[in-house]
T-cell receptor, first 116, second 114 residues
């Protein structure tokens, strides 16, 4: 399967712990996005990368959140000192920069985080 | 800032019937795109259909079509000949020409009754 993959699919942690999620985009895609989806809501944009450069960050991304894409391939999203309000589905998406053409974002299955 | 509103938290339809999901949006941009995404239970989100705002013709993809009313900022999704596999959460989303982030509505849960 050559779609977007995310690991782990589920994560349960205690408040105050750090967690890290990984996203592997479709291999030729140079854009990568992170969204957060809470129960009963639509996804909300967190951040996006063009290759290894992080080009935009949402105000939702507090200082406890950090995202990286060191080699322009996979990305990690780390949450430090987790809080119960961080419980959500974290979605990753990727797209291919079509040089002015609208690029479809392909989504991964998500990582569901539960903070106890 | 862009906003997307879906006023129907839940909808249900009989198999083989037609259903319309509503969506309104607000944007100050002249160049933007609108989308409907489907999120089946425990499965990943997939694109159903998209519409470029500069196109007057409504987009169609097999049993899925949209009614794009630009002046009213309305973008509804019509599903014809509903099938059991259409059961899912449906999200309306917008993207402005310069930005890369999708802005989603709250979603509509569609149930198909056999």
């Amino acid at each position: 399967d050559t779609g977007v993959s995310q690991d782990p699919r589920h994560k349960i942690t205690k408040r105050g712990q750090n967690v890290t999620f990984r996203c592997d985009p479709i291999s030729e895609h140079n854009r990568l996005y992170w969204y957060r989806q809470t129960l009963g809501q639509g996804p909300e944009f967190l951040t996006y990368f063009q290759n290894e450069a992080q080009l935009e960050k949402s105000r939702l991304l507090s200082d406890r959140f950090s995202a990286e894409r060191p080699k322009g391939s996979f990305s990690t999203l780390e949450i430090q000192r987790t809080e119960q309000g961080d419980s959500a589905m974290y979605l990753c998406a990727s797209s291919l920069d079509g040089r002015g053409r609208l690029d479809e974002q392909f989504f991964g299955p998500g990582t569901r985080l539960t903070v106890l | 800032a862009q906003t997307v509103t879906q006023s129907q938290p839940e909808m249900s339809v009989q198999e083989a019937e037609t259903v319309t999901l509503s969506c309104t949006y607000d944007t100050s941009e002249s160049d933007y795109y609108l989308f409907w995404y489907k999120q089946p239970p425990s499965r990943q989100m997939i694109l159903v259909i998209r519409q470029e705002a500069y196109k007057q013709q409504n987009a169609t993809e097999n049993r899925f079509s949209v009614n794009f009313q630009k002046a009213a900022k309305s973008f509804s999704l019509k599903i014809s000949d509903s099938q059991l596999g259409d059961a899912a959460m449906y999200f309306c989303a917008s993207l402005s020409g310069g930005a890369q982030k999708l802005v989603f509505g709250q979603g509509t849960r569609l149930t198909i009754n056999p």
